[in-house]
């Protein structure tokens, strides 16, 4: 049975964890987003060195659960490279590479979708690559990528979850530690659910309503 009891401490815990959960998922999805347009574009354009260095580390984080690669960041890295990160700054970089390697693909396939014909347009008017790149190719491209950039943020906040395996005290680490010391698993975990729920909503209402917004725009 569900104890109504303690639902204002539980939910005031929890609470407590959204706080994480919202700055990891912000931050690592601006991150991983500049991650993804260096390596997607490198690999789009067939930038030699960098297109088979981009290509390596999608290989890795897309090969690798994510899970593992918070375990490996948080415990491993300090042994080796004598990298000593925090909870959280592990957290970030963790989320960052995951989310960068599949931005990477989204910014990969939208920018081979870009007609040629715009760099040729391009070159006609005298512009220089990257004034090319900046005002032909990577607004064209972000159009066409706008749906998965929105399910990727997302996907990205789902995954801070996982960060509760290196002690981040975002919502499921909080949960966790209170159904752990009370024995209120079903309240706690209950409360933590609808968290997700009302924030993946009000996640999902608003890039919705962004595209909306940009479809009308290209209009």
Same mark, same amino acid.
């Given at each position: 049975m569900f104890n109504w009891e303690h639902l204002d401490i539980i939910v005031g815990v929890v609470t407590k964890g959204l706080f994480?959960?919202?700055?990891?998922?912000?931050?690592?999805?601006?991150?991983?987003?500049?991650i993804g347009l260096a390596t997607g574009f490198s690999r789009a354009r067939n930038i030699r060195i960098l297109k088979s260095i981009s290509a390596f580390y999608v290989w890795i984080i897309r090969s690798t659960p994510i899970l593992v690669q918070a375990l490996y960041?948080?415990?491993? =890295?300090? !042994? @080796?490279?004598?990298?000593?990160?925090?909870?959280e700054a592990a957290g970030i970089l963790c989320v960052s590479l995951n989310a960068g390697a599949y931005i990477s693909e989204i910014v990969r396939g939208a920018i081979l979708e870009v007609p040629k014909?715009?760099?040729?347009?391009?070159?006609?008017?005298? =512009?220089? !690559? @990257?004034?090319?790149?900046?005002?032909?190719i990577l607004p064209m491209a972000f159009r066409t990528m706008l749906p998965a950039l929105g399910n990727q943020f997302i996907i990205t906040v789902k995954d801070t979850s996982i960060l509760t395996v290196i002690g981040v005290a975002e919502m499921t680490y909080q949960a966790g530690q209170y159904a752990s010391s009370n024995f209120e698993f079903v309240e706690s975990y209950t409360v933590l659910a609808v968290f997700y729920l009302v924030l993946i909503s009000l996640l999902t209402v608003a890039v919705n309503i962004y595209e909306q917004k940009m479809g009308a725009d290209i209009k």
């Open positions: 994480w959960t919202v700055v990891i998922s912000v931050t690592s999805i601006i991150i991983g987003y500049f960041i948080y415990f491993v =890295m300090p !042994k @080796l490279f004598g990298i000593h990160l925090s909870h014909g715009q760099w040729e347009a391009g070159m006609s008017l005298g =512009m220089t !690559k @990257l004034q090319i790149v900046m005002k032909l």
